[in-house]
């Protein structure tokens, strides 16, 4: 069985200015496969600027890395035939942050769903159109009867999102990347979306790439986590474990700034930066030195490998450096594979 | 409480358009003491920016305040002339509002655009004093005074949402207007952000209204809050016994809706959107969505009761201050939970 899709080493430079060359590393060294035998939900979070978003557009071949490669069904992007590449556009679906802006105002919501219809010969017919429609937006809890019909205004923004998600179910994808898809949504409707998600990847056996900075839903629906900053993975493995003791500095500054809805918990006061951590340089060793409480000598020369401090977790940081540790391309090593979500109650 | 400084009573701000009124702020009031932090929170289109905007009377048309009265400081602010509100704006209220990085004019450096309130105003500064102002007011917002000499463009988020907190205490006003000031900031910086906020405040002994939609940063940063619902407020409450045990049925459904890290796959969602305020439901308007509505919901519309100190809500299960909920609710209500 191949792999879905496979990210291999994937470097990503953005270089700016004309006379002044700049150069920005969204993304470092990052690997990553998706195997659709074992469809799990990895959550991808970060501050802005972590380059979540680039990796997502890397994988939806939206844009070429700068080194390494991405595969779908074991071929390089760049090399797929017009046939695979239209089976590879079905297959890796997405999903944006703007729920107002993916759609054509103008238009009423049906014509987001009858263009892929359309485009992919998905039906024989205006009957058969309206019925894959009516399903698609039965699985995502819908009523098709109050969708159908309506302009996007007329439409709250979780349902709005609910109706993009139900457009990606359409093609019956193997993967869906989800991009901050409830960040612009009313924090009492985004429970709807992210079960529609977690749905997806229960019932159909989607694969789901969710990106986000909020810790608290990707701890609710997802199996695995990675957490980047500045480009590069600071830690990974089970959302529970991550989110739970944090080992990595920058996971436990991201942890403790999450506002609890309990006044009875506030925030804990954050650690002082090191002494030494003023000496940090921007390209050179750990890409947190500069930001960290425990910065010390090793962390400004050379940047930390993944050190795999538990059978399901690896944190790139010195202060773990007596664990084994992990090249990037062996990052998947500590991914928890399919397992049960929720204990059935 | 201490001393009121904000006293909003039956404020109603209706917008004209061509199929009808659009009451997006339907009979609110509450009061705010000196030095207090006061939080409203409401869904997009439930009015709470509305009030906001109304506070600081920069409702334009076809918006309109048709009724209500706002005292600051027992001055009713609706009474003012134009050029009265213009002075008052800045100096004894300020807004901080949710696009920080668009607020600031990019062709101008950080320090034309703090003295610029300053001359407006009319203070009388000469050049010397407009600069050991402007050293002292950055440091205070925790940044270097050397940010200054800098344009918004070479400023991260959470700085020029600093550098709008600065400009909106250069004046020490007694009221901070605070709308989702953080909901384009990740969670490390709207922290800081928060807290800068909250140093401010306390340095100047301001009140500040924060209105947004993350019951987090409520729990976090207010001593009390309120909770609007299609115009309308439907609890108010000091925020450790509003955590606790909200009461109105939507205040229950925000609280059960959150994401929390307690317990995985626990989140519940909350059914149904807010009604189109062109088309209220009749009688009390979160019934359709409510899971406790009784028959007399649909035609009896509730009024704010006091159920407690310093505590009200409007429902009609309301009574004693207790929610009287059908026992077959109650019952799905704790197998839910």
Redesign the interface.
Known sequence: MTVLLEARNVTKIFRSGLITKKETVALEDFSLTIDPEQPSIMAVVG??GSGKTTMARLLLGLEAPTEGEVFYQGKPLTRLRRAEWLQFRRDVQAVFQDPFEVYNTFYRVDHALEVPIQKFRLAESRAQMRRLMEEALDAVGLRPAETLGRYPHQ?????RQRIMVARALLLKPKLIIADEPVSMI???????V??NLRNLNERFGISIIYIT?????A???SHNIVVLYRGAVAEVGDV?LV??EPRHPYTQ??VG????????R??REQPEPSPLAEEALANVGCKFAARCAHTFAPCLERAPLLYRTDQFRAAACYLHDTYPPLRPEEMERVLIEKLP??ETA | MSQPILEVENLRVHFQTSRGPVKAVDGVSFVLGEGERYGLIGESGSGKTTIALAIMRLIRPPGQIVEGKILLDGEDLLSLSDEEMRQRRLADVALVTQGAMNSLNPVIRVREQISDGLRSHGIPMNHRQVEAHIADLLPRVGLSPEVANMYPHELSGGMKQRVSIAIAISLRPRLIIADEPTSALDVVVQRQVMQTLRDVQQALDAAVVLIGHDMGLMAQFADRMGVIYAGKLVEEGAVSPFFADPQHPYSRLLVSSLTTLKEKGAFHSAQGAPPSLLDLPSGCVFHPRCIYAIERCKEQEPVLQTIGPGRRASCLLLQDGELMLQPSKRAEEEVKA
Do not use: C, F, M
């Open positions: 501050e802005s439409l709250s923004g979780g349902q009313d924090a009492s409707l985004r429970a709807t992210l079960e900075h909020d810790l608290t839903t701890y609710q629906i529970s989110v739970k500054l991201l700034s999450i506002p609890l809805p309990d006044p009875n506030p925030w979500l929720y």
